[in-house]
């Protein structure tokens, strides 16, 4: 195999590898430069649903999101999809899957099966560099505190965003989770600012307002052009993101057109 890194502030592609006959050694391998790089990609491979399942659970336990539509007989694997007459895309702002979850998500598999003729690409910003980025103040005043998230505004039932019914199960969309603003990723102990627009409401024991000021400064420092890195996919093409260190989006600039990605998603833990 060989590890290429990415026209961007991190990641890298690795090539000359078939994730379907990936022995233990080019699995730690991969682990390992993920958590170095926070996201990895692979070109042209040849997935049936099954062997999609495999490969995610080479890594770890999958855990089934309970809003997204599921893959016909594959419920371990989320349909991450945009036909043609929808005006929204999933994951449209920025954000980590999960974080409204006691235990957020370790991380996702994203594989793509079909995209369109032009964009549609994801973008990614690894929160470990913006956290090292800070200032030794402001670092120091944000490992003390904690930030509420909730799925409720984005799946649940006040939800704006399910207007084609992508999503399901509003009714579970009640669990609200308290996570450190800054965490120690429990696989590199290095510190992540884990906070995100999507699913972060405020800081606990703040206002809106108060928490408002600060969380938005913090984003708009985190997506500063430099942070941001541009995948652009193809048919086949795999992106595999710490979704502890890092954040993503998926660019809605194809109207009329069909994207179809399937999703795996592995189990993470509580985060200190
Ligand atoms: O479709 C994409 O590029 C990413 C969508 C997303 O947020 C996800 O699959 O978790
Ligand atoms: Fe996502």
């Known amino acids: 195999m060989k590890i290429i890194p990415c026209d961007g502030p991190f990641g ?14 080019e699995l730690n391998a991969c682990s390992a430069v993920q958590q170095k790089h926070g996201v990895i990609f692979f ?47 999933v994951g449209e702002d920025w954000h980590t899957d999960h974080s409204y979850d006691q235990e957020p998500a370790r991380g996702s598999i994203l594989y793509a099966r079909e ?18 980025s800070l200032s030794d103040g402001l670092k120091e005043t944000l490992r003390g505190l904690r930030a509420v998230h909730s799925s409720r505004h984005v799946f649940g039932q006040q939800s704006r965003q399910n ?7 509003a009714d579970l ?10 965490i120690t990723h429990p696989l590199s102990g290095l ?18 307002d108060e928490s408002a000021s600060l969380l938005s400064y913090l984003y708009s420092v985190a997506s500063q052009p430099e942070n941001i890195l541009h995948f652009n996919w193809r048919k086949n093409s795999i992106a595999f993101w710490d979704n502890r260190a890092t954040w993503h989006r998926a660019l809605n600039d194809y109207p009329g057109e069909r994207r179809v990605m399937h999703r795996i998603t592995l189990a993470g833990c509580a985060l200190n």
């Open 43 to 89: 070109r042209d491979q040849q997935l049936d649903c099954q062997q999609h399942i495999e490969f995610a659970e080479r890594f770890g336990e999958i855990v089934i999101n309970r809003f997204f539509e599921r893959v016909e007989e594959h419920p371990q694997i989320a349909m991450v999809r945009k036909e043609p007459t929808h005006a929204n895309v």
């Open 163 to 169: 207007d084609d019914n992508r999503y399901n199960n």
């Open 115 to 132: 995209v369109p003729s032009k964009g549609g690409g994801t973008l990614f910003i690894n929160m470990q560099q913006v956290f090292e």
């Open 173 to 182: 969309a009640v669990q609200d989770s308290i996570h450190p603003l800054v």
């Open 12 to 25: 890298v592609e690795i090539l000359d590898l078939d994730v379907t006959h990936i022995t233990d050694d």
């Open 191 to 208: 510190e992540v600012l884990y906070i995100n627009p999507d699913f972060t409401t405020h800081i606990d024991g703040w206002t809106a």
